[in-house]
T-cell receptor, first 112, second 114 residues
Framework: DAKTTQPPSMDCAEGRAANLPCNHS???????VYWYRQIHSQGPQYIIH???NNETNEMASLIITEDRKSSTLILPHATLRDTAVYYC?????????????FGQGTTLQVKP | KAGVTQTPRYLIKTRGQQVTLSCSPI?????VSWYQQTPGQGLQFLFE???????NKGNFPGRFSGRQFSNSRSEMNVSTLELGDSALYLC?????????????FGAGSRLTVL
């Protein structure tokens, strides 16, 4: 599975959009990009995933570049409750596995 | 619908003891995965069970073991506990469809080894 690179930390003002980048330059054609987040001392929470097209759900939007080598998770109106560690993970969609490789993630601090 | 349930939530053991943790997946989910989280190593994959069979295994010593029952509930066991086994142990379940596979995590079992 492809390796990902994320900035270790980011700040965002409450009410503004939070844009979290992720580089996955070795991604292959059948690998999905997943985003999870972990609020302190809780289990990770699934946010969104995508293969090629941009995706949006009630939590966030995922923008994947045309060459698929990087992506951005967008939280449109960040709140204090969005303060968490955000993990970008790349994995084959048909791998039939619950094995996720978590990196260090990005610690997002939303400030009032 | 009910989420992934892990028990116990907190426990304290002493070195040399053994511990068993339980995980009840979301109804209909057949895959159960276990993870260990420590401040130093982050989130690390332990193993995964599917249809009562271990399907994937991480790089942990044999003291860490698990099993899955016919109702998809899973247990993990750690024998001969060491101080370094103090961690948050997380369980995740998934429906295991073709294509993208989304995991739902439980709240975890926090183990302290004294």
């Amino acid at each position: 599975d492809a390796k990902t690179t994320q900035p270790p930390s980011m700040d965002c003002a409450e009410g503004r959009a939070a844009n979290l980048p992720c580089n996955h330059s070795t991604i292959s054609g059948n690998e999905y990009v997943y985003w999870y987040r972990q609020i302190h001392s809780q289990g990770p929470q699934y946010i969104i995933h995508g293969l090629k097209n941009n995706e949006t759900n009630e939590m966030a939007s995922l923008i994947i570049t045309e060459d698929r080598k990087s992506s951005t998770l967008i939280l449109p109106h960040a709140t204090l409750r969005d303060t968490a560690v955000y993990y970008c993970i790349v994995m084959k969609g048909s791998s039939n596995t619950g094995k996720l490789i978590f990196g260090q993630g990005t610690t997002l601090q939303v400030k009032p | 619908k009910a989420g992934v349930t892990q028990t116990p939530r907190y426990l304290i053991k002493t070195r040399g003891q053994q511990v068993t943790l339980s995980c009840s997946p979301i109804s209909g989910h057949r895959s159960v995965s276990w993870y260990q989280q420590t401040p130093g190593q982050g989130l690390q994959f332990l193993f995964e069970y599917f249809s009562e069979t271990q399907r994937n295994k991480g790089n942990f010593p044999g003291r860490f073991s698990g099993r899955q029952f016919s109702n998809s509930r899973s247990e993990m066991n750690v024998s001969t506990l060491e101080l370094g086994d103090s961690a948050l142990y997380l369980c995740a379940s998934s429906r295991d469809p073709p294509g993208a596979n989304v995991l739902t995590f439980g709240a975890g079992s926090r183990l302290t080894v004294l």
